[in-house]
């Protein structure tokens, strides 16, 4: 299905509201049937018939939609959060006694939901080398029921190659869960390489304003009923109409703004990729990265997230380096919006509660938005006269 067809068209029956062309907010939390024999019916195929807002909604039923085109999935459900929505995935999949597979490093709290969450319900897991085919069917065990993925993640961006995971979990009969939310259904469709289910931060690119924080998971029809029916409706992880409306408005500028990320962010990592006090960028779509032949065969674009280790002796350079680029990177956690942010791993040294990250105080997650990119070269410019000895 054409992208701007489906963005701007799909699931928008606007004679159903007074042919207005944007969807109204549909704030209420239930629905009222004229015949018993219609509320019946309703209430036996709730996924698919307006009964109550916990589990669907005529605003977020849109979105649904659209998030399911995108994704080449059959069906979509939306979360009031990224967590929620990989919560659910997972969740939804397993049963005590079950074993999951997942990559070492996934989003934090996925790890956590993985490593302190399951296991108080006699799930086990192993967090494993993804790259590598060799160690995950050697992890297999009888029990194993998920393999989870996240490509690239959103700190060190280790990819997986999604079509031969996909096949190998298949072989085994596991289900396999891909977090899609670093390269958005606009770069990268691991429905179409195989992969069961799909979940997204929508907080980030595919609301894009920073004003919202949601999910989604899309996946085939009968995953996604099965989801429905007890996962998503026993815990209630619904969005607001309210939020599913900002959402909906966001995401129609979705591919616009996602490419121009990709393109001052590219500009800004050949400036800092040759710089002299740079150490190592690591952006799947620079050919540094250590599987950049796969992200080109895997991915069509790559936006706006990368990190950057910087050649810094002492933290309190990495602390003027940082606060110097303020306020052209806001100092700030998430992305996908239209702002530039960074996180500097020196926030996480010398909190006094927790040992040290286990990557250097030089190291930084930057997201690039929308500024004019030589705006941002700029203000990099006169911030490296910090990290000079
Ligand atoms: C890769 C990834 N997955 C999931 C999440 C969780 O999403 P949310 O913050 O919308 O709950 C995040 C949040 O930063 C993320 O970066």
């Known amino acids: 299905m054409d992208t701007s067809y489906l963005l701007t068209h799909l699931g928008e029956e606007r004679e159903e509201y007074y042919n207005a062309v944007i969807p109204p907010i549909m704030q209420s939390s239930n629905f009222a049937y004229n015949s018993l024999s219609d509320f019946r019916s309703a209430i036996l195929n709730e996924l698919d018939n307006f009964v109550y807002s916990r589990g669907n909604n005529p605003t977020v039923a849109i979105l649904r939609q659209k998030l399911a085109a995108l994704e080449q999935a059959e069906d979509a459900l939306v979360f009031g959060s990224g967590s929620a929505a990989c919560a659910v995935a997972i969740i939804s999949q397993l049963q005590a006694g079950d074993h999951l597979l997942s990559v070492q490093s996934p989003y934090s709290w996925t790890y956590k939901l993985i490593s302190k969450f399951l296991s108080r319900f006699g799930i086990s897991y192993d ?188 933290i309190e350079q990495m602390e003027r380096f940082s606060e110097a680029l303020m306020p052209t990177f806001l100092l700030a956690v998430s992305w996908g919006g239209f702002e530039s942010l960074q996180v500097p791993t020196a926030c996480f040294y010398n909190l006094g509660t927790a040992p040290p990250p286990p990557l250097p105080f030089s190291f930084v997650r930057y997201y690039v938005g929308l500024e004019d990119p030589d705006y941002i070269i700029d203000a990099f410019e006169k911030a490296f006269v910090h990290l000079e000895d």
């Open 127 to 314: 967090f494993i080398d993804a790259s590598n085919l060799q160690e995950i069917e050697a992890a297999i065990r009888p029990n194993t029921k998920v393999l989870f993925l996240e490509s690239p993640n959103s700190l060190t961006f280790e990819l997986q190659d999604l079509a031969a995971c996909a096949a190998l979990a298949q072989k085994h009969g596991i289900r396999t869960i891909c977090d899609n939310s670093y390269a958005s259904p606009i770069y990268q469709n691991p429905i179409a390489l195989g992969i069961d289910l799909v979940v997204h931060s929508a907080t980030k690119y595919l609301n894009g304003h920073s004003d919202v924080v949601a999910g989604v998971v899309c996946g085939s029809k009968a995953l996604i009923q099965k989801m429905f029916e007890l996962d998503y409706m026993a815990l209630g992880p619904a969005i607001s109409p309210n939020d599913a409306w900002l959402l909906l408005r966001g995401l129609r500028t979705l591919p616009l703004r996602i490419q121009k990320s990709n393109e001052h962010a590219k500009k800004v990592v050949d400036y800092l990729a040759q710089h002299p006090k740079v150490d190592y960028v690591l952006y799947p779509g620079h050919p540094s990265h250590p599987q950049y032949e796969l992200a080109q065969k895997q991915m069509s674009g790559f936006g706006g997230l990368f990190s950057v280790n910087f050649k810094a002796k002492r």
